[in-house]
């Protein structure tokens, strides 16, 4: 357990005086995490969250999920003892066993999977930005699995691959060297913290006069804020950004010694940027050709400056061309690894990933065996792959058959594209188990469940995979039932598998593997609170990119040797007024998924009584102008429907949106129903998505949630 940080006489009278025992300095982990916080603890139960003003990244400040984080812990339908099936999948029925039992039933079952049809027949997966992959890889690439289900397909991961081989490694906003401009590219950090940010950079940056550009087809808070906001079409940011470029280049506002120096490729690329004319990027896009104009003189002369972009981009069919097109602009404009542009942080000195996860332990072979990975070769380069072809191997056994799933922190019957196919696969997959907090949609068809720990129940080497430079410690508070962490989890089930040489007695061990490089072990780093890498700018005119021809590649050789187009494209989304110009007939309105609330993480938090109270229900976005031809009104429970299904939201009327785009959110389900579906098919706007391959990005497997077809029609309450 933590011990308490403050010996001071004037802390000491503070706790006395508010009924205090102690006040843990931690970390938060309740969304991506890396919040500073001071957790407040009474006769050994916290009773208070608040921000730590000593955090170099948030400042003490905190969102609203953070603070609820005690209802999350203490919240009665918690899970918090290991469970087994005690009736048919999806029945409900449950039966509370032992540790022991549990992680014998798991590894009893992977042995005779992996005996009989290979270890490749078990997949592992994880939800997104959980700071544990480095011990699932480890487990599962001891285990002998190649198929490892992340979000990395379409988010984050994606960032990371396509950057490393554009210019080495991911640019990262550098707000603390005060930017005089920042581009906002389908993201909303104030309301999402995501990734490297913290929402209250931002506001740093703008209220010392930072210019603002926003790209989003919504009228978010940012977007109202912004000096120029671009409102495109859903899914042509690739078109919008060579509109940019088109710009900058004919106008001649890059930084041309940069250019000379340190780019490969930039004839070709020109080239490719003259495809795109301004008329033609206003007539994809709808975004008028002054507004792009205006866009592009005001990044490219204003210095230093920077782009922070989110998933919106990545979930679609150009995710990989929409990364590398930003990360192209930034390169040639100079703002690249510079103070206050897109820089390359230094990580500290722990151990990374790649050499903790154990990625040399999966033998060729197997890799060669990782399903789609001839299809999504870029993808397959950093170990992940697209969720559809795990369903397809359960539901039709090719290439072969998968028949055990061991899933962490992941939701897919609500997260993932086409979930009625997800569902399906789920319930007729021979064996899984789930570890988490709750008995959400997925969990209640598993075969074993096992209770996860919060973030105020663990230590560990918090944001180790981040590229913003820093690692935090997380430091245990409390205990809660008999809930594990992750790493206890894979720890204890590698040892039953046959794994023990690789990992230590305890996580504590594990934990001062890691921490190694730095001279500190995990005792010594819980005090110390954050390590940091030494930060250096202009790498570059030292060593160069760690890409093959040492410079930024806007010509791609790795994607080239690949097989793919060695420049960026724009390909128009495969379900839209353009490509289905007969389906929008009868779907006329385009649809966009997964905007975001400040108050849920993807899929979690429903049951959460605080941020439920601010959040009750589901909402699509339509402009008044729909709603009037619908006959909807504001607060009307309305159907969204595409191809694929039909699901309930309730209308919200703004003006903030094109007449012709609906923008629905994501990750609906509902706790308080208490039958073991929770109502994961009444308003999951994944119902309506589509993860057909041939509608996916070439090289990572993205599915395109972001641009699909659909109508809307009003609802009764009743109906469902």
């Not at 999948?89 to 022991?100: T, Y």
Request: proline letters at 6%.
């Amino acid at each position: 357990m933590a011990e308490s940080i403050h010996s001071n006489p004037e802390w000491e009278m503070k706790l006395h005086g508010y009924g205090y025992d102690s006040v843990v300095k931690s970390y938060c982990r309740i969304c991506h995490g890396g919040c500073g916080v001071l957790v407040y603890v009474k006769d050994g139960t916290v009773v208070k969250i608040e921000g730590d003003p000593e955090c170099p990244t948030n400042h003490g400040s905190m969102c609203p999920k953070g603070m609820a984080t005690l209802q999350l812990a203490y919240h009665p339908d918690r899970v918090l003892y290991p469970l087994k099936r005690a009736g048919g999948k999806g029945e409900g029925k449950w039966q509370r066993i032992s540790w022991d039992e549990a992680l014998d039933t798991i590894s009893t079952k992977f042995k005779q999977v992996k005996e009989k049809c290979g270890a490749e027949a078990i997949a592992v997966g994880y939800g997104t930005g959980r700071d544990y992959e480095v011990y699932l890889y480890r487990f599962a690439n001891l285990l002998g699995t190649p198929n490892v289900l992340t979000a990395g397909h379409q988010c984050y991961g994606s960032r990371i691959a396509v950057t490393t081989v554009t210019c080495g490694n991911l640019p990262v906003c550098d707000y603390e060297r005060e930017p005089k401009c920042v581009v906002v590219w389908g993201n909303n950090v104030v309301w999402t913290n995501p990734d490297e940010y913290k929402g209250e950079s931002l506001s740093r940056a703008l209220s010392k006069g930072a210019k603002l550009i926003v790209v989003d087809p919504r009228l978010t808070y940012l977007a109202g804020r912004a000096d120029v906001w671009l409102q495109l079409r859903p899914g042509t940011d690739t078109a919008l950004a060579f509109g940019l470029l088109n710009v900058i280049i004919n106008e001649e506002l890059y930084d041309k010694e940069f250019v000379e120096k340190y780019v490969y490729g930039w004839e070709k690329f020109i080239e490719r940027v003259r495809e795109y004319p301004l008329d033609k990027v206003e007539e994809i896009t709808w975004v008028p050709v002054e507004k792009i104009r205006e866009a592009a003189r005001l990044y490219a002369q204003t210095k230093p400056a920077c782009i922070q972009w989110g998933i919106s981009i990545e979930q679609t069919i150009n995710c990989i061309d929409n990364n590398r097109i930003l990360t192209d602009l930034m390169a040639i404009t100079g703002n690249l690894d510079v103070p206050g542009g897109n820089v390359l942080f230094v990580p500290p000195p722990i151990r990374v990933a790649s050499k903790f996860g154990a990625h040399r332990q999966l033998p060729p072979e197997q890799r060669k065996k990782r399903l789609g990975g001839e299809t999504f070769r870029l993808a397959n380069r950093i170990a992940v792959l697209t969720p559809k072809v795990v369903w397809d191997a359960i539901l039709t056994g090719k290439p072969y058959p998968v028949k055990a799933l061991l899933l962490h922190g992941t939701n897919p019957v609500i997260t993932r594209a086409n979930a009625n196919e997800v569902y399906l696969a789920l319930s007729q997959v021979e064996f899984m188990a789930v570890a988490d907090f709750f008995l959400t949609p997925t969990a209640e068809l598993a075969d074993i469940v096992l209770p996860a720990a919060t973030w105020l129940e663990i230590d560990h080497v918090a944001d180790c995979w981040k590229r913003h430079g820093y690692v935090f410690a997380r430091r245990k508070v409390v205990q809660i039932g008999e809930c594990w962490s992750d790493h206890k989890i894979f720890n204890e089930l590698g040892k039953r598998m046959g794994q023990g040489e690789y990992w230590s007695d305890d996580v504590e061990g594990d934990l001062d593997y890691m921490l190694e490089p730095s001279g500190l072990t995990w005792k010594q780093f819980k005090e110390k609170g954050y390590l940091r890498g030494k930060m250096e700018y202009r790498k570059y005119e030292k060593q160069g990119f760690s890409t093959p021809t040492r410079k930024v590649e806007l010509y791609s050789t790795v994607l080239e040797d690949l097989g793919y187009d060695p420049l960026p494209q724009y390909r128009e989304a495969p379900e839209s007024p353009v490509s289905k110009p007969e389906m929008a007939k009868e779907y006329p309105y385009i649809l966009t998924t997964g905007f975001r609330s400040p108050v849920f993480f993807h899929s979690e938090h429903r049951m959460i009584p605080w941020l439920r109270e601010i959040h009750p229900d589901p909402i699509v976005e339509i402009h008044p102008q729909v709603a009037e031809k619908c006959g909807i009104k504001d607060g009307d429970w309305v159907f969204i429907e595409s191809p694929r299904g039909r699901v309930k939201q309730r209308a919200r009327l703004t003006i903030g949106i094109d007449p012709r785009v609906v923008a629905a959110q994501h990750g609906w389900w509902f706790p308080e129903i208490k039958d073991p579906g929770h109502g994961w098919n009444t308003s999951n706007i994944n119902i309506l998505t589509n993860n057909a391959l041939e509608h996916a990005d070439p090289t990572m497997g993205s599915n395109n949630l972001r641009a699909l077809l659909c109508k809307i029609y009003a609802a009764e309450e009743s109906e469902g």
